[in-house]
């Protein structure tokens, strides 16, 4: 309601659909951002209604994708937004607007994960934790995609059976649902020893067995296996920020050659220097998105039932994304 004038570099966009994701109220208040009233919904797909005068990417009647940016006032959960010109990029037309506002964020993380952290490549072999999850799809299907052979773990016989259907299935599949199956071990038999190149983390246990409550977390790797299964030059992709590393951990990563790679997925809204990068990995996955990807979405939500959704993926409850249809 009341929307400001379109400014200079703004584009007034009609939203089509709208994908729900996890707030990180703890990053928005360690840089400044937190807010009494927190706007919901930042991946956007829909029509260009009026662009302002010094907007060159995009004229009226063009379709758009895009993520409006940390500290934006506006939800996505709008019929129509004021968005700047550098956080979209056009949407082909084969691609459907409920899967290109429910593919971008997960298509961004497996970018920054997979090439700019970690520069994947055919014959290197990648595992990716928790495979059946929005991200992890994703992230698998990239991995193949640029020839690399993809090793996943699976947290119930639904995950694992999901995997092995998957247009192009996973080299193996680790069923760790029953806490009997060691990752380490599998992993280092797939690879005759060696030892896989990149490691996605979906989380890791960071303290012993005893000292762990919630039962998701029964079902994540501790460190340990993860710097045991890592070969010579890896690349660990961790998506934990409070992953503390002891010496012993850290002279094992030495003698591996080994790095580690924090995976923080807005870092790109949170340096301007970096937007060219950004907007060519936004193009990236959406160009992808429909021809090479089979994207983990549940069906189209209505608006009234948006509510109920996010309470959902605020708790972590979703296995898979979200996604309002206006």
Same mark, same amino acid.
């Given at each position: ?117 970690? /520069? ?114 890896? /690349? ?14 850290? /002279? ?75």
């Amino acid at each position: 309601e009341n929307l400001p004038p379109t400014g200079d570099n703004d584009v007034k966009v009609q939203v089509r659909a709208c994908a729900l994701s996890w707030i990180d109220t703890k990053l928005l208040s360690e840089i400044k951002l937190e807010k009494d009233l927190l706007p919901v919904g930042r991946e956007i797909s829909g029509v260009v209604l009026e662009v302002g005068r010094k907007v060159t990417f995009f004229q009226p009647d063009d379709e758009v994708v895009g993520i409006l940016p940390l500290d934006s006032e506006e939800s996505g959960l709008c019929d129509v937004v004021l968005v700047h010109e550098h956080y979209l990029v056009r949407k082909p037309e084969k691609v459907c607007w409920v899967e290109a506002a429910g593919t971008v964020r997960d298509g961004v993380r497996a970018y920054t994960a997979l090439h700019y952290l970690s /520069h994947v490549s055919p014959g290197k072999t990648v595992l990716v934790m928790d495979g059946a999850s929005p991200f992890g799809t994703i992230a698998i299907q990239l991995a193949q995609h640029r020839g690399a052979k993809v090793i996943s773990t699976a947290y119930s016989l639904e995950d694992k059976q999901y995997l092995e259907r998957l247009r192009l299935p996973v080299a193996r599949v680790v069923d760790v649902s029953n806490g009997k199956i060691d990752v380490a071990e599998s992993c280092l038999e797939e690879t005759g020893g060696l030892g896989v190149d990149i490691v996605i983390d979906a989380g890791v246990k960071l303290y012993s067995a005893e000292d762990e409550s919630a039962s998701k977390s029964q079902l994540l790797p501790h460190k340990h296996d993860i710097i045991t299964l890592l070969g010579v030059g890896g /690349h660990w992709i961790t998506t934990e920020k409070n992953l503390q590393l002891d010496p012993p951990d850290s /002279h094992s990563l030495f003698l591996k050659g080994a790095t580690v790679s924090f995976l923080n997925d807005e870092i790109w809204n949170l340096s301007n220097v970096q937007q060219g990068k950004y907007l060519y990995i936004l193009l990236m996955v959406i160009l992808n998105t429909g021809c090479k990807y089979e994207p983990q979405l549940d069906e189209p939500i209505p608006l009234y039932e948006a509510k109920v959704s996010m309470e959902i993926v605020q708790k972590n409850k979703a296995r898979k994304r979200q996604v309002i249809q206006f």
